[in-house]
């Protein structure tokens, strides 16, 4: 390729709107063209990347056995509604939809679970044909609320997506680490340092997840992990242990009804309480209540609510992950979760809001309190009565209403690791990929089935597993790069060597070793590029540090003496014979592909 015909874009001023070094770079080195507002243009040279990415996706995953299909973007919504999901995307308005000229509403992919298992519905008869797992790499459309970051988080991307179906709950398992593997392997092969985290399961629902994060400090998920023990796990979903609050008080017979005038916030109430007689009281001896109406919907669309309230230590957060999962259980699919109207509290707690706890009183649909705090006390709780509270409370003795003990706590660094016990630790990570065990849910309420062993009909079980492509380029950037530009490893990078002639333009000794070096390389099968621009060397070395190809060979002054410059991106420079350039090259495209490959077989 010659750097002439390459249509280099490059932008010395990082673009104003770039708030992380991916967004950052791959705009300044022409990559990634801004096509309208969270809309991008991947140009010829992110097209390689992405390329690149998807083929060894789609290597690894087809050594699993899958099968690689393409299935519409433009989804029905009849098949959307047959697993119930219609109505859940829409309520999130995750899905982007459009209308055709007979006013027909389509779905545009946000996922395939739906039309993946009306496929295997139709095809896939006999539990002799399972397993089977289908995948393909295609555009998904998703309506985020809050599109940013470049490829991280855009409206429209690509993703690798598979689903396997099963006979046994066994056989999934066999395929859910069959594509654990495979995952550690592509990301590996890729150059990428990604770890697998246990994941919540979200909207698409089913028994298992795990989470692929590649680590960064721009990352949006949070990770709690202990390094030792291998414990991590999404913040959403990490059960930690809380650590023991220091003990202020033996619990009395019974609690007692404080009057605690104008403060309903649990530092308030501490303050208050500490100056008025009890001494040593902290938030972490409170209870913290949410209240919450839950929003779902029954089969035929008609809106259910239920009200909640969510209990946890005073000191702590209530995560709305697992409050979902918990009323989800307990009453419906749960599509929305939104906090009470200070009208809905008076309701429910004959109180100003500020003044809610779980004895007498209080009256919610559902009531939860964080299972931590069985037997933990005595507390201070709301007393459901305006400028009042209860001191010495003791759940299990005191609760005036029905609850249920949950897992409702955000977990938080310094919190018992719950394999070993040692604190947990905390850090950031990109989600590059993830992978569900989804069971029957899809299969059974889209009545998809096959026939068993026992000549009986029976729904799939099935698994699903996700990568973002596009997303993946963007976080390999994250983690290569430096204040000259992206610093691509050998095997997703768009080009893997450069040879620049840095003569005068009309120099034939220099040019004409640029172009046998070039033309050698070529025929070795290296991917590379010829600078034959007119421009100053210094403007080109700029340009392919910025761009990131990972080896430089420069044929300048040296040639007179038979020599030319060899440098790894971001090494150091060596001078060699120009006979050595070539072949020099080529043993470093293949060892630095050969270490990646190894570093996928080490993989267990
Ligand atoms: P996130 O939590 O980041 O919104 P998700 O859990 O909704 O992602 P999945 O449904 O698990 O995403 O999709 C599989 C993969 O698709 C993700 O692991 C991620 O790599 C990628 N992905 C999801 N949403 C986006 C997006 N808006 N832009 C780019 N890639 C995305
Ligand atoms: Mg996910």
Known sequence: MRASRMNLWTLREDPAEAEIASHRLLTRAGYLHKSGAGLYLYGPLLHRVIGKIQAIVSQEIDRTGALQVTMPILQEQAVWERSGRWATYQASRTMLTVKDRNDQVFGLAPTAEEVVTDYAGAVV???????????????????????????????????MDAYSFHATAESLDQTYEAMRVAYHRLFARMGLQAFAVEADSGAIGGSGS???????????????????????ANRERARGGIPAAPAWATAPAACTKVLTPKVGAIDEVMGFLTANGFAGVQAAHGLKCV????????????????????????????????LTNAVTRL???????????????????????????????????????????????????????????????????????????ADLTSAAAGDACPLSGKPLMERRGIEVGHIFKLGTKYSASMQCVFTGADGKLHPFIMGCYGIGSSRVAAAAVEQHHDADGLRWPMSIAPYQVVVVPAGKPDDAAVNGAAEQIHKDLLAAGIEAILDDRDAKPGVKFKDWDLVGIPLRIVCGRGIANGLVEFKPRGGTVAEIPVAEAAPRAIAAVREALAALDAAADAVR
């Open 125 to 159: 008869k006999s539990y002799k044909q399972l397993p089977v797992t289908f995948y393909q790499q295609h555009t998904k459309f998703r309506d985020e609320i809050r599109p940013r970051f470049g490829l991280m988080r855009v409206k429209e991307f690509i993703m």
């Open 210 to 232: 795990h989470e692929f994060m590649v680590a960064a400090a721009i990352g949006e998920d949070t990770i709690l992990y202990h390094p030792e023990s291998g414990y991590g």
């Open 291 to 322: 209240l919450f109406v839950a929003g779902g919907q029954d089969d035929k669309g008609k809106p259910l609510t239920a009200t909640v309230a969510a209990f946890t230590r005073g000191d702590r957060e209530v995560n709305e992950v697992k």
């Open 331 to 405: 009453m419906f699919p749960v599509l929305n979760l939104r906090p009470m109207h200070p009208d809905e509290v008076r309701a429910a707690t004959g109180a100003e809001p500020g003044f809610a706890g779980p004895g007498a009183g209080l009256k919610v649909e559902v009531c939860l309190i964080e299972e931590q705090l069985k037997g933990v006390g005595p507390l201070v709780a709301g007393a459901n009565e305006t400028d009042h509270h209860l001191v010495g409370f003791v759940i299990e003795r005191d609760a005036g209403v029905a609850y249920q003990w």
